[in-house]
């Protein structure tokens, strides 16, 4: 990134770097959300001098409403993702739990604002504890405290200043609620202290192709109204830039994005090494909309997000049905299905274990099938069923495998059934043994999230912790290495399924370390394809080396970028 140092310009400050997670550079004046309640109307209201607990408690049923009926609002005009976390939203309002929790502290004579405050620490504590998917509520509980604190005092509900004119939009984290009106013609770029590549604010901002940067530390004393440049490439958030030079680099990359839309596969390097560009699905309909982009098949089909709102296992038929839909989809082309990855942050009422200590390292994915082994077999006859009937060929891989002899076993039960088996590379341990787990199976998918999450030993969701949860780290870099070299010396296909593989940069990377496909969001394949279009193999392999000798992710970033670009 350059700035320029001229004494006719804005002093350059350092730049500030978080953790990129949407592509692009944007500059534009820097807007801040704080959105807090004001101190003096809080004051004002004090203990709110209700009658008796119970009027206190009509009075937390009044805002309850009006902030439910907001999110449901909102989420009415809003579609997909954001809907979802918006209906989510309105439902964590009014969950009954949560005013049972106020009810109980009003009666024990807590003012309303306290017994408020304390309910929702109670949930946030136990949703921390739950881990994954919950903890990642945390936000959204926290949003809706002060939305219901803000009813209760009398004042607006606090949110995010959308600009007039095109900006920065600069926020300690973004919930659900902030950022369903996002306009990405008025808002440049996203930049947050907190959260992570899994956060709300990375999910929303991917869906709307706005560049992001999250956990930037001191992104809150960036200057109001005062231009940043924004690159969601580096991460770096850049205070002083020139502004003649921010608008070139801002011109720059959005033709560099116009000319990676017009990529149309199949996936191969410079010099005419094939690599396979495959789609991650999660139902028919995810399924069929990929199979319109320029993609070779599906890399990872996500079998239990079809169940998340099961209470009871579908029928082998039923199961078949549905599996049916991707693999007609992708006629003629294949399918790589992925057995049920159960629990943890995808908790499935009729396969997950309740109560668990720490999920992410309990009885989740492959492991669920060895107290409950007609789980594994039945969906295994439901997915043979659809090969058969559609005729797409499938591939069948098992999710959390951390020994041999797992592999050996699942991929004995595939192939029973006449379809080729894999397992997925996401703990440390099959990455280690790649070699002897392709003694075993046909092929190996690498699951770069999980697999950074216990290589790192830091949640996936943990806002917190991004820099850790991070793919560029070089311990996960090395597992990758270590897999895609078993892939070569075996002679057997290794791919990588996780979000690493639709990181362009990263991507040519994984290529150069051996990885024969690259499986993501059907939304990331147009620029990863275009990316390795633009390289040879051996610059490839020259970033593959840079980024397993960089000291972290940001000098591994930074190095591959020097070499590609
Ligand atoms: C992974 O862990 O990288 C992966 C692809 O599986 P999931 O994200 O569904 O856990
Ligand atoms: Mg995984």
Known sequence: MVTDTSASQPAVLPPLAGTPVVPGVAYGPAVLARGEVSAAAIAAFGDGSYADPEAALAAYDEAVDLVADGFAAKAAQASGATAEVLAASAGLARDRGLRGAVRKNLRGGSPPLSALHDAIEQFVGAFTKAGGLMAERVTDLHDIEKRLVARLVGEPEPGVPMPDTPAVLVAEDLAPADTAGLDPTVVLALVTERGGPTSHTAIIARQLGIPCVVGVAGALLLEPGAPVLVDGTTGEVIRGADPDEARRLVAADAEQRASLATWTGPGVTADGLAVKVLANVADGESARSAAGGPVEGVGLFRTELCFLNRTEEPSVDDQAAIYAEVLEAFAGRYVVVRTLDAGSDK?????????????????????????????????????????????????????????????????????????????????????????????????????????????????????????????????VLQLVAITAEAGRQAGKPVGVCGEAAADPLLACALVGMGVTSLSMAAAAARPVGARLASVTHEQCEEAAEAALAASDPAAARAAVRALLT
Do not use: C
């Not at 999920?359 to 107290?371: C, K, M, Q, T």
């Not at 190996?444 to 820099?467: C, E, F, K, P, V």
């Open 347 to 475: 908790p499935v009422a009729f396969a997950t274990l309740p109560g668990e200590e720490n999920p992410a390292l309990g009885v989740r994915g492959l492991r669920l099938s060895f107290g409950n082994p007609g789980l594994l077999t039945r969906q295994l006859d439901a997915v043979a069923s659809a090969a058969r009937t559609t005729g797409t060929e499938a591939w069948v891989m098992a999710p959390m495998v951390a020994t041999v002899a797992e592999a050996a076993e699942f991929a004995g039960a595939v192939r029973e059934r006449g379809l080729k088996a894999g397992v997925m590379v996401e703990v440390p341990s099959a990455a280690l043994l790649a070699h002897r787990m392709l003694e075993v199976v046909d092929f190996l998918s690498i699951g770069t999230n999980d697999l950074t999450q216990y290589t790192m030993a830091a949640d996936r969701m943990a806002t917190d912790l991004a820099h850790l949860t991070d793919p560029w780290q070089p311990a």
